[in-house]
């Protein structure tokens, strides 16, 4: 396991970008796919999307396409998951989640971000 | 996409007793691809069950998955009172889907 870390709860308006940053401790970094995964109040899981911090390929769920990119910065083993167009069903924790090269699920998780999309 | 129903919604159990928690696929998958998570409130999921029947690093043995095709399930066999959670099925596919969860209360 890999331990995750995130960046702090934001507030954004409507029509607002949204950049969280998850950093990785205690292992080598491209060796875990990196996945943001949310979750909207009292909601179930949503994947976004994947990012492999070896080459920096990615791959987004259908529903988030043209609206979310994720980056890696290898230099300091964090992911970054920036949303643009917020709306209000943007409220939401994200997280994001690490899978080991190799495995089929998620072995790690960061604290989760709550972002909050309001007016 | 794969979607992912789980059964019940709620279940509602006391300690010491068998929990059994299903999970069916809208079409037949690999037990590769197919994890079972635990969440607790205000805490991230946690990884209990990976290609169907494997329990991850940790997770004590009253915890069990099985099954296959389309229908998979997750077994308590004797419920402690941390275990009163939600439980999410995961499959990994090119789209990445979860099940909509089942809360297990007391």
């Known amino acids: 396991q890999v331990q995750l870390v995130q960046s702090g709860a934001e507030v954004k308006k409507p029509g607002a970008s949204l950049k969280i940053s998850c950093k990785a401790f205690?292992?080598?970094?491209?060796?875990?796919?990196m996945h943001w995964v949310r979750q909207a109040p009292g909601q179930g899981l949503e994947w976004m999307g994947i990012?492999?911090?070896?080459?920096?390929?990615?791959s987004y769920a259908q529903k988030f396409q043209g609206r979310v990119t994720m980056t890696r910065d290898t230099s300091t083993s964090t992911v970054y998951m920036e949303l643009s167009s917020l709306r209000s069903e943007d409220t939401a924790v994200y997280y994001c989640?690490?899978?080991?090269?190799?495995?089929?699920?998620?072995?790690?998780w960061g604290q989760g971000t709550l972002v909050t999309v309001s007016s | 996409e794969i979607v992912l129903t789980q059964s019940p919604g709620t279940l509602s159990l006391s300690p010491g007793e068998r929990a059994t928690l299903s999970c069916r696929a809208s079409?037949?998958?690999?037990?590769?691809?197919l994890a079972w998570y635990q969440q607790k409130p205000g805490q991230a999921p946690r990884l209990l069950i990976y290609?169907?029947?494997s329990r991850a690093t940790g997770i004590p043995d009253r915890f069990s998955g099985s099954g296959s095709g389309t229908d998979f399930t997750l077994t308590i066999s004797r419920l402690e009172p941390e275990d009163f959670a939600v439980y999410y099925c995961?499959?990994?596919?090119?789209?990445?889907?979860f099940g909509q969860g089942t809360k297990l209360e007391i």
């Open positions: 989640a690490g899978q080991r090269s190799g495995s089929l699920s998620f072995d790690s």
């Open positions: 205690e292992y080598t970094f491209t060796t875990y796919y």
């Open positions: 990012i492999n911090p070896s080459g920096g390929s990615t």
């Open positions: 079409q037949s998958v690999s037990s590769n691809f």
């Open positions: 290609g169907a029947s």
């Open positions: 995961q499959h990994y596919g090119s789209s990445l889907t």
